[in-house]
């Protein structure tokens, strides 16, 4: 009886434990700040580590391009304009002379119907004229739309940890100018050996620690990465944690994780490693 008390044990040791991993944190939502427009830097707003909040203007630009288009934009409306005030003018007179003749009793004469074939002319004119104030009205909206683009805002809070542009530098779409990290989705990523890949799972808790501010918490494993690193024999896995807002958590400080495991955890309660039900 003792020896079979001897050999339960051991199996239940050999299969249960704790391993630890370190890891760095990270943040789930990096933004790569760039511009939309080509155009060279007129003013940069921020620096490295200066928190920005949304619609925070990170940095304008100055385009010579966008000057000429605008102005070209502004002629064209003014020129629509003035042809619909010149075709109304027009307009009004010939309703006038015609009120006039109509008055004299020269209603079926040649002059009445040569104004009413001018008229006609004019009331064409107009629409053309209007029409054509139409698109100009369009083509400032595009402008207008391109002018935003010249300032280039942030997308969410965080804070700048890269900045590669400098006033005066030529900056074109694609174009890395800045990057932004959320320090409000903090997560931990670590590396685990191959050996250890069956003792961890989706869902499963695990302890953190970042033992440079002496701050601990839970987690649970995010994810695991399915794609070794064929070098080292490594997994990515991703962990969530509990973050205290008091305390100065910064993507790439160092953290350790502990993972308890048992056979139970470590195989049968692993969903993405149990095998997918055949549907007949």
Wanted: no cysteine; glycine share 4%.
């Amino acid at each position: 009886m003792k020896m079979v008390f001897v050999l339960l044990f051991t199996f239940a040791f050999a299969f249960a434990g704790e391993f630890s991993v370190t890891g760095t944190v990270v943040s789930d939502n990096q933004k790569m700040i760039g511009a939309r427009y080509m155009g060279y830097v007129k003013r940069i707003n921020f620096e490295i580590g200066d928190k920005v909040y949304r619609e925070d203007t990170l940095f304008e630009l100055e385009s010579a391009e966008f000057d000429i288009l605008k102005n070209q934009a502004d002629l064209a409306l003014e020129q629509a304009q003035i042809m619909v005030n010149m075709y109304r003018t027009r307009l009004d007179n010939i309703r006038r002379e015609k009120k006039i003749l109509k008055i004299k009793g020269h209603e079926d004469t040649l002059d009445m119907n040569n104004l009413d074939i001018t008229a006609e002319n004019v009331e064409a004119g107009l629409e053309a004229a209007r029409a054509l104030v139409k698109n100009a009205a369009v083509k400032m909206k595009q402008i207008a739309t391109i002018s935003d683009y010249l300032e280039v805002k942030a997308p969410n809070d965080g804070i700048i940890v890269e900045k590669r542009i400098r006033v005066g530098d030529l900056i074109v779409p694609g174009m890395l100018a800045m990057v932004l990290v959320d320090l409000k989705h903090l997560e931990i990523e670590a590396q685990i050996a191959e050996s250890d890949l069956l003792k961890v799972y989706k869902r499963q808790r695990v302890k953190v620690s970042v033992p440079s501010i002496k701050y601990h918490t839970t987690g649970v494993i995010k994810s695991i990465v399915p794609g070794a690193n064929p070098m080292a024999h490594t997994f990515t896995i991703r962990v969530k944690f509990r973050r205290n807002e008091e305390l100065p958590i910064y993507p790439g400080m160092y953290a350790k994780i502990d993972i308890d495991y048992d056979s139970d955890d470590a195989i049968f309660k692993a969903d993405d490693k149990k095998p997918a039900k055949r549907r007949d």
